[in-house]
């Protein structure tokens, strides 16, 4: 979800009450947490080479997509039918933010030593947590909760990636 700020997931099927249409945010917040989580277990094993770093965070998107589509399409499908590849289309294409939300700290490695930081996993770091925290906020804003319940959501996704920061930070950054 981090190719275009006027690309936003579109609303999904009724809701179980059937009362309207819902946002479905968890790939863009999903991956985010997902990006951090690698560049966090990374840096464990010491410091990587930008590239490197790039590559893992793209990588391990890609594959993670692989097995939410597989899982989706395997999980849901239908006694007696066949899987069609529109199937898997529309489903690759609705899991596609996990792939996406890697870009952007992916682009912070790149641009690191541009910017003039030290370390270019800790920049990575802070960006996809700060797009998680802001994709958790903003599919809460857009699926009409309250102000409370944004800054809820926006606070709980805060405080799960200063988790993933924390684990860096013990496991000698």
Same mark, same amino acid.
């Given at each position: !979800? ?15 009450? &059937? ?8 790939? #863009?917040?999903?991956?985010? !947490? ?13 410091? %990587? ?8 965070? =793209? ?12 899982? %989706?399409?395997? &999980? ?14 529309? =489903? &690759?294409? %609705? ?22 930081? &030290? ?8 960006? #996809? ?20 319940? =944004?800054?809820?959501?926006? #606070? ?16 000698? %950054?």
């Amino acid at each position: !979800m981090t190719t275009s700020p006027s690309r936003t997931p579109a609303p999904r099927e009724p809701t179980p009450e &059937g009362n309207g249409n819902r946002t479905d945010y968890a790939g #863009a917040v999903y991956g985010s !947490m997902l990006a951090a989580s690698v560049i966090a277990a990374s840096s464990a094993q010491g410091a %990587h080479p930008r590239l490197s770093l790039i590559l893992l965070l =793209v990588v391990t998107g890609l594959v993670f997509w692989i097995a939410h589509v597989y899982a %989706h399409v395997a &999980g849901q499908r239908e006694i007696g039918r066949q899987v069609t590849w529109p199937q898997v289309r529309e =489903v &690759g294409r %609705h899991e596609w933010p996990l792939v996406e939300a890697s870009a952007l700290p992916a682009l912070a490695v790149l641009v690191s030593p541009w910017l003039g930081t &030290g370390d270019s996993a800790w920049l990575a770091l802070g960006v #996809a947590v700060a797009q998680q925290v802001a994709w958790a906020t903003l599919g809460a804003h857009r699926a009409g909760a309250s102000s409370r319940q =944004v800054a809820a959501e926006g #606070a709980v996704n805060l405080v799960l990636g200063l988790v993933i920061v924390a684990a860096k930070v013990a496991v000698g %950054h």
